[in-house]
């Protein structure tokens, strides 16, 4: 080959791995505000022992979420992210909680989450009781949040994800973000692994959710393993709190 030719697919290599670089994100500057919400005293001590696993302050700052948002999340569990959410949005701000599968009775919330609603700490936490393809919120968000749950959604009854993305979509406001943290699972393998391995093909997820018109604006890395081996279920044995996890951030275009 020669020389000049060389030179031409050398810049076309370093072309490429910098738009490589600058899709695949690292560790995010972390503001201050974040910070704060992560040393706020009145989170519980069950939840500051999983920052370091869940690397929390990476993800909100991936996320983008800032003072003032209002926030729609799904699937918040007993409340991990909730809480730093409602920190970080402050006063000005809102978390609202709508639910994916049929709403639950108020007596079969997790005591966790009521807790949560319940403290005057979390004032801007909402837990509305409506099933979010019902309700359907029309350009009411700054940003959707779910995090580990979107392999779950694949497998809530009487749901289509279509549908369900279509619905997230609405809801935001032009220019809004949806950000979906979950467990990798094998390349390739789709959706095969959502009720066994409770882990998803990350390429899945992104291919779903663009065909609701979002745009993918970035992929995190801080939250990669490539020691997991994407065999085993990641509440079970050593893989349990470290598994492979993807951080994608989409947004709704301003048009």
Request: with cysteine.
């Amino acid at each position: 080959m020669r020389r000049k030719e060389l030179l031409v697919v050398v810049a076309s290599l370093l072309v490429q791995l910098g738009a490589s670089c600058a899709n695949a994100a690292g560790p995010p500057t972390v503001p201050s505000y974040v910070t704060a919400a992560i040393a706020d005293p009145a989170r519980p001590a069950a939840d500051t022992e999983r920052d370091a696993a869940r690397k929390a302050a990476e993800t909100l700052a991936f996320a983008g979420v800032k003072p003032g948002d209002q926030v729609l999340e799904l699937g918040p569990g007993r409340g991990y992210f909730t809480r730093l959410l409602s920190a970080v949005v402050g006063a000005q701000g809102k978390v609202t909680i709508y639910t994916v599968s049929a709403p639950p009775k108020p007596e079969a919330l997790p005591p966790q989450l009521t807790a949560i609603t319940a403290d005057p700490h979390y004032a801007n936490v909402n837990l509305a009781l409506q099933r979010l393809i019902e309700v359907r919120p029309s350009s009411t968000f700054n940003l959707v949040w779910t995090t580990q749950n979107y392999h779950d959604f694949h497998n809530v009854p009487d749901i289509d994800m279509a549908t369900l993305n279509r619905a997230i979509f609405e809801s935001l406001k032009p220019g809004g973000l949806y950000i979906v943290v979950d467990h990798a699972a094998e390349a390739g393998s789709g959706a095969r692994d959502t009720k066994t391995l409770h882990r998803i093909d990350w390429e899945t997820v992104i291919n779903e959710v663009r065909a609701a018109g979002f745009e993918l604006v970035e992929e995190g890395s801080f939250l990669r393993n490539s020691g997991d081996p994407h065999t085993d279920k990641v509440f079970e044995g050593p893989i349990q709190g470290h598994t492979d996890q993807f951080a994608l951030k989409f947004r709704k275009p301003m048009k």
